[in-house]
C-alpha cells in the first residue's frame, strides 16, 4: 500500500523554466512533509519542508505547495538550472508515533540546456 | 566532521551467504534507520532504532536482522543473501524523533 503517491516519475525541463513535482497522501495524520533531492551516488538530502498549518513555503527558487482538504502538496522549481538535474523525493510524517518517515516513489528531473 | 559513513560503498555476494552492512554516525544522534531503493519502489524503511538497544520494524523487514549495541553504529545484516536483496541500501540517522534525517552515500549490493 503507497502512502505517498508521487508523480511524475520522470521529468524533462528546459532552463529557466518551472518543474513541478506532485505527491497525494492517505493518512491524514501526517503532519510534516518534507522533500528530499538525491544526486547520482549520493544519499538524499533534506531539500526544504512544511507542515499542513501553511499553504506555501519558499525558500530560495524551491516553494512547496500544500493543500490539506486535498491531501495534496507539491514542489515548485522556478527557474529551472541544469544543477538541479537529481531525483526528488516527496515525503510524510506523523510525528505522534513512531519515527517512520513514509517516502513517495521519487521524481527524476533533468533540466537541459 | 565525518558525519554517516557507510561500508563497503559496494558489494557483490551470492545468494545464501550472509552480508553485514556498516553504518557509522559521528553525531550521536538517536535515531538511526535502514533503507533500501529499488527503481518504482523509491526509499522503503527496512529498519530503525530510536536508541541503542532499542530497533523495531519498518515496512520491508524479512530477511534483515539489526542490532544497535552502541548509539554510533547500525549494521544491517542479511542472513541469507537472496537476489530480489539486490538493491542500494541507505544508513540515515536524526537527532531525534521526527527531525531532518541524514543520509549516508549507500551500499550498492548485488546478490548473484
Known amino acids: 500500500q503507497q502512502q505517498v503517491k508521487q508523480s511524475p516519475q520522470s521529468l524533462i525541463v528546459q532552463k529557466g523554466g518551472i518543474s513541478i513535482i506532485n505527491c497525494a497522501y492517505e493518512?491524514?495524520?501526517?503532519?510534516?512533509f518534507p522533500w528530499y533531492q538525491q544526486f547520482p551516488g549520493k544519499g538524499p538530502a533534506l531539500l526544504i519542508a512544511?507542515?499542513?498549518?501553511?499553504s506555501e513555503k519558499k525558500e530560495g527558487r524551491f516553494t512547496i505547495s500544500f493543500n490539506k482538504s486535498a491531501k495534496q502538496f507539491s514542489l515548485h522549481i522556478m527557474d529551472s538550472q541544469p544543477g538541479d538535474s537529481a531525483t526528488y523525493f516527496c515525503a510524510a510524517f506523523w510525528t505522534g508515533t513512531a519515527s517512520k518517515l513514509t517516502f513517495g516513489t521519487g521524481t527524476r528531473l533533468q533540466v537541459t540546456l | 566532521d565525518a558525519g554517516i559513513t557507510q561500508s563497503p560503498r559496494y558489494k557483490i555476494t551470492e545468494t545464501g551467504r550472509q552480508v553485514t552492512l556498516m553504518c557509522h554516525q559521528t553525531w550521536s544522534h538517536s535515531y538511526m534507520f535502514w533503507y533500501r531503493q529499488d527503481l518504482g519502489h523509491g526509499l522503503r524503511l527496512i529498519y530503525y532504532?530510536?536508541?541503542?538497544?532499542?530497533?523495531d520494524k519498518g515496512e520491508v523487514p524479512d530477511g534483515y536482522v539489526v542490532s544497535r549495541s552502541k548509539t554510533e553504529n547500525f549494521p544491517l545484516t542479511l542472513e541469507s543473501a537472496t537476489r530480489s536483496q539486490t538493491s542500494v541500501y541507505f544508513c540515515a540517522s536524526s537527532r531525534q524523533k521526527g527531525e531532518k534525517l541524514f543520509f549516508g552515500s549507500g551500499t550498492q549490493l548485488s546478490v548473484l
Open positions: 493518512n491524514t495524520a501526517f503532519d510534516y
Open positions: 532504532s530510536a536508541a541503542a538497544d532499542i530497533t
Open positions: 512544511i507542515r499542513p498549518d501553511v
